[in-house]
């Protein structure tokens, strides 16, 4: 990773200071347990950033661990997506991807251990049953008569359980903890529920299935994992991950670690909802790019650098907040602003005549592709006696704030001639077609001999080299802040969260390849989608120039 990266201290660190400090561990060793049954998004890569960062930091390693336990859930697409969104964050897991399915049988000894050291059983009562006994947060709840079954049936039952006897819902593999504790989790929590699925990993060699639970902190002392850190609702089952290491025979001891989950606003940061979405079709796929996943940013337009200085500027702690969408608009806009060529386009085209410009002559003009990055070099920009403005750039009239094109006054064509609008054309409607101008052959790059002064500069692209393109403009995908807090979150979706316009581009973009982002001149920040081709180019915007959102607020 980057060294210039600033990496601000938070509470986990400390804690791994501490622990190395004392000699607890030698090293650190973290893992990111995403499950494939969706694709990641952004709070995803809070944790990314966090446990693969702290490897890079503390020279320690970091896991992929595919928590993979519900395989109706989960499939290899998802896995490949994930694994793909790690590496382009610019992360590398240590050694070979692993799955939590990889230690399906090893799960299943302990489990074994467990029942026989009297801290398991098997369960025949109904869900419903399951349910009544549970208790409530104020009340505690009841043994199950199946509690006190021998450890000798217990085995034979749970090994006619993994050998496929009991059908899915007949029984389940319990721990024996507490029915009165005030922790939920540690009311007999289930270990292993039968069920005849198949596995992306492990096919159909097993019909029993273990809980996260119980499989996450085996997995992670299996792994060697020092410090897992995890999101807030799993602050509960903490007792329950120390309880499941301390009672069976494995040497190493993980500890769970909390902080609080990524919520940001506009947007929704769940699985189940996100795919909601995709499935609903109110999106156009995962890596729609008005999504709030990785594949989804990427095709905004975000870079990687730009995601992982978001997660540096959000921070880790304990508190749960609402982040505003525009601090990771800044990230990329800032990304951008210093390392995007600029290029110019028009978005909604009225034509422009100089009259005054022969008919067949072009002009290679050339232009800075950054105005504070000389080594990113020139561009050509042909000139030509019709070219395209933005139709907002003209008025008939208008005051001087207005710094643009005005019937009977100059304007700067950006990085070329000044001009001046002598008359126009309207349509029917009223609407400005072509502005008729006459041009100052003296004035490219520098201002008028006779010291008279234009302030206004505008874009446009020469009429005959321009080439067609489409341009997507994105605007939040939800009206309401914190959409999850909606009765139904479908029905807070943006109905104008995507608009399509036709315009122009400069011509040297005819070789962009996806993904490559520019800054429009005067527009916004723009990238090349996947759906671009030779017949007509099609641009995401990413951003716009200044945080628009910040002005209406105001
Ligand atoms: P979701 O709620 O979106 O379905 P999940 O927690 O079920 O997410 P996992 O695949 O289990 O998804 O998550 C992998 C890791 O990413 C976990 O350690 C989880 O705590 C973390 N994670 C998930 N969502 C967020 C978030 N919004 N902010 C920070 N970390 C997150
Ligand atoms: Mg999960």
């Not at 043994?143 to 000798?152: A, F, G, H, K």
């Not at 019909?207 to 299996?222: E, L, R, V």
């Not at 069976?248 to 189940?272: A, C, G, H, M, W």
Request: proline fraction near 5%.
């Amino acid at each position: 990773m980057a060294e210039t990266e600033h990496r601000p201290t938070n509470f986990i660190r400390q804690i791994i200071d501490k622990d190395l400090a004392n000699g607890l561990h030698t090293t650190v060793h973290t893992r990111f347990p995403p499950e494939p049954n969706g694709y990641l998004h952004i709070g995803h890569a809070k944790s990314i950033c966090l446990n693969f960062g702290i490897a890079d930091d503390y020279s320690g390693r970091c896991n992929l661990r595919f928590d993979d336990t519900n395989p109706e859930k989960e499939n290899i697409d998802y896995v490949h997506s994930i694994m793909n969104d790690v590496q382009w964050l610019g992360y590398q897991w240590d050694g070979d991807v692993r799955y939590s399915s990889d230690y399906f049988q090893q799960l299943h000894d302990y489990a074994v251990e467990l029942i026989e050291k009297g801290l398991a059983y098997v369960d025949f009562s109904s869900q419903e049953q399951m349910r009544e006994m549970r208790g409530t947060l104020t009340e505690p709840g009841t043994n199950s008569p199946y509690r006190d079954t021998s450890v000798e049936e217990n085995l034979t039952h749970f090994e006619k359980m993994t050998n496929g006897h009991y059908e899915e819902g007949q029984c389940c593999l319990r721990a024996k903890i507490d029915m009165t504790s005030p922790f939920m989790c540690m009311r007999d929590p289930v270990l292993y529920r039968v069920k005849f699925a198949h596995h992306h990993q492990t096919g159909d060699s097993w019909c029993i299935y273990p809980m996260y639970d119980f499989t996450h902190c085996i997995s992670d002392a299996i792994e060697g994992i020092t410090h897992s850190l995890c999101t807030l609702e799993f602050q509960d089952n903490r007792r329950l991950y120390d309880w499941v290491i301390e009672n069976i025979s494995i040497d190493t001891t993980p500890r769970q670690y909390e902080f609080s989950r990524l919520n940001l606003e506009y947007t929704v940061l769940s699985k189940r909802k996100l795919i909601q979405l995709v499935d609903e079709n109110h999106v156009a796929g995962w890596d729609d790019p008005r999504m709030p996943t990785i594949a989804g940013l990427r095709r905004r337009g975000y870079t990687p650098a730009s995601v992982r200085e978001f997660c540096a500027r959000i921070g880790v702690t304990k508190m749960d907040n609402l982040v505003e969408m525009g601090m990771l608009e800044a990230c990329i806009r800032d990304d951008l602003n210093a390392n995007a060529p600029r290029a110019m386009a028009v978005l909604d085209p009225i034509k422009v005549v100089i009259e005054n410009f022969p008919e067949d002559q072009v002009e290679e003009l050339t232009a800075p592709r950054h105005p504070n990055r000389e080594e990113l070099g020139h561009r050509t920009v042909p000139f030509s006696r019709e070219v395209y403005i933005e139709a907002e750039d003209f008025r008939e009239s208008a005051n001087k704030k207005f710094k643009r094109l005005v019937l009977g006054k100059e304007v700067r064509l950006r990085n070329a001639y000044v001009i001046k609008a002598e008359r126009f054309e309207q349509d029917e409607q009223g609407n400005v077609t072509t502005v008729y101008c006459s041009y100052d052959p003296d004035t490219l790059g520098k201002d008028p001999a006779d010291g008279r002064k234009v302030k206004g500069v505008i874009h446009w692209v020469s009429a005959q080299h321009a080439l067609p393109a489409e341009f997507r403009l994105y605007d939040r995908l939800f009206t309401l802040p914190n959409p999850a807090a909606a009765e139904n979150f479908v029905e807070a979706i943006n109905p104008d969260s995507l608009s399509v316009v036709t315009g122009w581009v400069e011509p040297s973009l005819a070789n962009a390849a996806e993904c490559d982002a520019f800054q429009f001149e005067r527009t916004g920040y723009f990238c090349v989608d996947k759906e671009s081709g030779e017949a007509k180019m099609v641009f995401n915007r990413t951003v716009g120039l200044r945080d628009s959102w910040a002005k209406i607020a105001d």
